[in-house]
């Protein structure tokens, strides 16, 4: 079954058995357009070029009396010879059909046409009914061939019903009369074929597949409003990577980079790789020691606060060195330095002396399966501050030395010692005080430290992939339909097998080949559950259910999802109606020209979404053109870099940010210091495509277009060479399954994240943003990112009671709140109410949400922390967010609220500065609440 995707709506194609529909090859159209249906034959597969076929639903008592107007009406009424349709056509006495006017050749094939309907000029009930699919001039049905042009497409107008269909009572009808009452409902239809041509590119096209959806996104340079800052208040500190590489500044290997006091020595907060947790130990610990601490912590070594589950937080104890990978010739002057810097992996190295040669170099990979370190005529010393219990005599495996050693805290490890000169297995001693196991000096080679909990059966397997490690990943994608696969291929040295570790939502989407590499390993992650081994080269991951038909309006998952009529009672859109004229009022220069992105693209987004109701729910075009007009305006303002915190771009780490936090680092959010880039400019983004949405040649004026693809190759960008003006997906992390909102300041934890909802939001937002303009790879991107964040955020954020990857002990509060790569505490960065805690992982509610966001998991949250009343003392825009979530469980409750208020009274203060009554009634509405 073919599938397309017309005016953000899904079109099925399904088999016709009427035969008086033509060939066996012809299937009929279904669509919903602005909530009415719109069914369109056309034959499929002829030799001809492609054609279009504009459609116009009308209501009717019969078929075939659009079809008698039809056949009684002249080609100079239908169609002026001034190259547009003028129809006035629809049969106002009636009740279902629908009116086509096919263009035949207007492109060759076999390139798909595209389309949208949004910039013909038509009155609202003509052009909110308007729309084009594929079709073939051989269909059978009854035509009426309008004038032609020279040079230019022939339109003719056709009846969606032939005349052997049509009830024949109701042939005798006066088609003057008809004809009338046609012109009565639809005033007049102008669509140039200028316009079409233009607009034919923008919307109908097959639903977004593509073999390779990492490319470049465009090669536009830098709008010429937008200033460029040589410098950048973080230095790039110890980086060996030279020339004008972009760098990665939200990856799991920034504190290597990072130096949050200049008081003391930087460089020396965590990494994690997961399962392994590494940091450079600079000279502190049990062991004093200058080298790398390596450690992986179990379940019985989490701390969690003294109180009753489910508790605050818990976090993976820091102080702990149970082995550091050191050289004697290690210290007070140990340099540390990086290189290699990618999006999934990076070198760390250790030199004695500043800018000397790294004596050890410790490739770090996420999900890497041993803890390598390549050491370069040394003398190394593995230490442990946990104290070495035993350590068996080595066992030769070929040239490998395998170590046995236990802990004083009882756990057992391996170590691998794999010389690149001669070398004897007695050559490493343990020293008194059982910290230090030494071996010789000038050794030249490799040193592998990993944990096994299997015994002999795991030693087997770490056995099989000892001496080979991995120093890189690249990521490859595709997208099928609604099927979406995507590859990290690991580089690796060494001859055997590749030991990696996958996470949860890894295992639960692995493909057959990558779900027959699994071993019996597993080792607890630090926040994200158990670890499993992979014995493979490759990891192969698909996603079977994207939401390719999701699109501006309200949404929500179905079978396959596949697309779902939205209706409106007469009371609903009456409701949203009033909402609408009285917000879409509002001043939105006071809400947008604020000293912060955030506020400003929330409020941008805010407005984008009432006037994308007003032009698709009420249908009030003259209404939304006005809306529209301030919103372009407003958003002009930063196009043109006008507003009170003007962006540049950072030659520094390579980004756009914002010029706030040159002189305050906390200001917009720590913005210019890269935080919250896919919050700040997803809802950007996600504006922008509803004003190409409602207006396709905005996109093509001045720089538009330019500036916000320059946001999306700010946090998006789907380049992996390394080599433009940004790094590859700055912000989506595609081994975690979603982004990290930290950029450049030293942690303790590591990254993290407080808002999947708005890193959902961005997503979306990149998602419709490629559909407006035509990038397939953009588009089936943001489809695929959809997909992946409802995996992960459904296994490490989002909390059901039979959740098995975080602590029995915190699963009670049903969402994990600000998620570290070290540690997970219930709270956000303005406090602890559960209003807090819970909302800011559902702001904004948009189409998104009901894809994310499991009724399941909803029901346990509410009736948690919001039941029986207690939604109802919600102080402030907390209370529109709690009810707007409601609907995802009870649509019908979640409406009233938004319709009513309390006790019949509405308040505005129940809305925050992102949302809007007129959204949240038709939100809800949609669900099932009106």
């Known amino acids: 079954m073919a599938a397309f995707l017309l005016l953000g709506h899904l079109v099925r194609a399904v088999p016709v058995e009427n035969g008086n529909r033509g060939s066996s090859e012809e299937v009929v159209w279904e669509t919903v357009v602005e909530t009415k249906t719109v069914v369109c034959p056309t034959t499929l597969g002829t030799s001809e070029s492609e054609t279009m076929v504009f459609t116009t639903t009308l209501t009717r008592k019969s078929a075939s009396s659009a079809y008698e107007a039809m056949s009684s009406t002249s080609e100079e009424e239908l169609i002026s010879k001034s190259g547009s349709a003028a129809l006035g056509s629809t049969v106002a006495s009636s009740d279902y059909g629908s009116m086509l006017l096919r263009t035949s050749s207007i492109y060759p094939s076999p390139e798909p046409p595209i389309i949208s309907a949004s910039s013909a000029s038509a009155s609202s009930q003509n052009l909110n009914n308007t729309f084009i699919s594929p079709a073939s001039s051989s269909s059978s049905v009854p035509t009426q061939t309008a004038s032609s042009f020279s040079g230019s497409p022939t339109y003719t107008l056709v009846d969606e019903l032939s005349a052997s269909t049509a009830p024949s009572s109701s042939l005798s009808e006066s088609s003057s009369s008809v004809t009338t009452e046609i012109s009565a409902s639809i005033e007049t239809i102008q669509l140039s074929l200028e316009t079409i041509q233009s607009t034919i590119r923008s919307t109908l096209r097959p639903a977004p597949s593509s073999d390779g959806i990492f490319t470049p996104i465009d090669s536009d340079g830098l709008p010429p409003q937008i200033s460029r800052n040589a410098t950048h208040p973080v230095p790039r500190l110890g980086i060996n990577d030279v020339g004008s590489k972009p760098l990665q500044t939200n990856k799991f290997y920034a504190n290597l980079f990072l130096r949050g006091d200049p008081n003391r020595?930087?460089?020396?907060?965590?990494?994690?790789?997961?399962?392994?947790?590494?940091?450079?130990?600079?000279?502190?610990?049990?062991?004093?020691?200058?080298?790398?601490?390596?450690?992986?912590?179990?379940?019985?070594?989490?701390?969690?606060?003294?109180?009753?589950?489910?508790?605050?937080?818990?976090?993976?104890?820091?102080?702990?060195?149970?082995?550091?990978?050191?050289?004697?010739?290690?210290?007070?002057?140990?340099?540390?330095?990086?290189?290699?810097?990618?999006?999934?992996?990076?070198n760390a190295n250790l030199s004695p002396t500043p800018g000397g040669q790294p004596m050890i170099t410790f490739p770090l990979v996420q999900g890497m399966g041993f803890v390598t370190g390549l050491y370069k005529n040394a003398t190394p010393n593995v230490q442990s501050g946990v104290i070495f219990r035993t350590i068996s005599p080595a066992t030769m495996l070929g040239t490998i030395a395998r170590y046995r050693v236990v802990l004083e805290d009882g756990y057992n490890w391996l170590i691998y010692v794999i010389p690149s000169v001669q070398y004897n297995a007695g050559d490493f001693k343990i020293q008194e005080g059982r910290r230090d196991f030494v071996g010789p000096a000038g050794f030249t080679g490799m040193i592998q430290i990993a944990k096994n909990k299997l015994g002999e059966e795991g030693e087997a397997i770490y056995d099989k992939a000892a001496g080979t490690y991995v120093t890189s990943a690249t990521l490859s994608g595709s997208v099928k339909d609604t099927t979406g696969t995507y590859s990290l291929s690991w580089t690796k040295v060494g001859p055997g097998p590749l030991l990696m570790f996958a996470l949860p939502h890894h295992v639960q989407s692995f493909n057959p080949d990558t779900a027959s590499t699994v071993t019996k390993i597993k080792l607890r992650s630090?926040?994200?559950?158990?670890?499993?081994?992979?014995?493979?080269?490759?990891?192969?991951?698909?996603?079977?259910?994207?939401?390719?038909?999701?699109?501006?309006?309200?949404?929500?998952?179905?079978?396959?999802?596949?697309?779902?009529?939205?209706?409106?009672?007469?009371?609903?859109?009456?409701?949203?109606?009033?909402?609408?004229?009285?917000?879409?009022?509002?001043?939105?220069?006071?809400?947008?020209?604020?000293?912060?992105?955030?506020?400003?693209?929330?409020?941008?987004?805010?407005?984008?979404?009432?006037?994308?109701?007003?032009?698709?729910?009420?249908?009030?075009?003259?209404?939304?053109?006005?809306?529209?007009?301030?919103?372009?305006?407003?958003?002009?303002?930063?196009?043109?870099?006008?507003?009170?915190?003007?962006?540049?771009?950072?030659?520094?780490?390579?980004?756009?940010?914002?010029?706030?936090?040159?002189?305050?680092?906390?200001?917009?959010?720590?913005?210019?210091?890269?935080?919250?880039?896919?919050?700040?400019?997803?809802?950007?983004?996600?504006?922008?495509?509803?004003?190409?949405?409602?207006?396709?040649?905005?996109?093509?004026?001045?720089?538009?277009?330019?500036?916000?693809?320059?946001?999306?190759?700010?946090?998006?960008?789907?380049?992996?060479?390394?080599?433009?003006?940004?790094?590859?997906?700055?912000?989506?992390?595609?081994?975690?399954?979603?982004?990290?909102?930290?950029?450049?300041?030293?942690?303790?934890?590591?990254?993290?994240?407080?808002?999947?909802?708005?890193?959902?939001?961005?997503?979306?937002?990149?998602?419709?943003?490629?559909?407006?303009?035509?990038?397939?790879?953009?588009?089936?991107?943001?489809?695929?990112?959809?997909?992946?964040?409802?995996?992960?955020?459904?296994?490490?954020?989002?909390?059901?009671?039979?959740?098995?990857?975080?602590?029995?002990?915190?699963?009670?509060?049903?969402?994990?709140?600000?998620?570290?790569?070290?540690?997970?505490?219930?709270?956000?960065?303005?406090?602890?109410?559960?209003?807090?805690?819970?909302?800011?992982?559902?702001?904004?509610?948009?189409?998104?949400?009901?894809?994310?966001?499991?009724?399941?998991?909803?029901?346990?949250?509410?009736?948690?922390?919001?039941?029986?009343?207690?939604?109802?003392?919600?102080?402030?825009?907390?209370?529109?967010?709690?009810?707007?979530?409601?609907?995802?469980?009870?649509?019908?409750?979640?409406?009233?609220?938004?319709?009513?208020?309390?006790?019949?009274?509405?308040?505005?203060?129940?809305?925050?500065?992102?949302?809007?009554?007129?959204?949240?009634?038709?939100?809800?509405?949609?669900?099932?609440?009106?």
Request: charged content about 20%.
């Open 265 to 346: 020595l930087g460089q020396a907060q965590g990494v994690w790789t997961h399962p392994y947790t590494l940091k450079w130990s600079a000279g502190g610990g049990e062991t004093k020691s200058w080298g790398m601490v390596i450690n992986h912590l179990d379940y019985d070594k989490l701390a969690f606060p003294v109180q009753k589950p489910p508790v605050d937080f818990y976090i993976n104890p820091v102080g702990i060195q149970q082995f550091v990978l050191s050289a004697s010739e290690l210290g007070p002057q140990t340099e540390v330095t990086t290189d290699s810097l990618g999006p999934f992996s990076v």
């Open 526 to 930: 630090t926040t994200k559950g158990p670890a499993t081994g992979i014995l493979s080269d490759k990891m192969t991951l698909v996603e079977p259910n994207l939401p390719v038909t999701m699109d501006f309006a309200p949404w929500k998952p179905t079978a396959g999802n596949a697309y779902q009529k939205v209706t409106y009672s007469p009371k609903a859109l009456q409701a949203i109606k009033d909402a609408a004229t009285a917000e879409i009022k509002q001043n939105i220069t006071d809400q947008t020209n604020l000293n912060s992105m955030y506020y400003s693209g929330k409020a941008l987004a805010k407005f984008a979404t009432i006037v994308y109701v007003i032009k698709d729910v009420v249908q009030n075009p003259s209404l939304a053109n006005q809306g529209l007009s301030k919103l372009k305006n407003e958003f002009d303002r930063f196009v043109q870099n006008k507003q009170k915190h003007p962006l540049v771009y950072d030659e520094g780490w390579k980004g756009i940010v914002s010029s706030a936090g040159y002189s305050d680092p906390g200001e917009d959010f720590g913005a210019t210091y890269y935080n919250d880039h896919h919050f700040h400019y997803g809802y950007f983004v996600y504006a922008a495509a509803v004003i190409g949405y409602l207006d396709p040649q905005w996109l093509t004026q001045g720089t538009n277009k330019a500036w916000v693809q320059m946001l999306v190759k700010d946090f998006a960008n789907g380049d992996q060479s390394g080599t433009g003006d940004y790094p590859f997906s700055r912000s989506f992390d595609w081994y975690h399954g979603h982004s990290w909102a930290k950029g450049l300041f030293e942690s303790g934890d590591g990254k993290d994240q407080e808002s999947t909802s708005e890193d959902g939001f961005a997503a979306f937002g990149l998602k419709m943003w490629g559909k407006i303009i035509g990038d397939v790879n953009m588009e089936a991107r943001g489809n695929l990112m959809l997909a992946v964040q409802a995996r992960s955020f459904q296994n490490y954020f989002y909390m059901e009671s039979n959740n098995v990857n975080q602590p029995p002990e915190f699963i009670g509060n049903k969402v994990t709140g600000i998620l570290f790569e070290n540690k997970v505490d219930h709270a956000t960065y303005f406090g602890r109410e559960p209003h807090y805690v819970s909302g800011i992982h559902m702001i904004p509610l948009s189409p998104h949400s009901t894809y994310h966001r499991k009724p399941s998991f909803v029901r346990e949250e509410w009736d948690t922390f919001f039941s029986n009343g207690r939604a109802s003392v919600v102080p402030g825009g907390w209370r529109g967010i709690i009810y707007a979530n409601l609907a995802i469980i009870d649509p019908v409750a979640a409406y009233q609220f938004f319709e009513q208020g309390v006790r019949g009274e509405w308040r505005d203060e129940w809305l925050d500065g992102g949302s809007s009554r007129t959204w949240y009634l038709a939100y809800t509405a949609a669900l099932g609440g009106a």
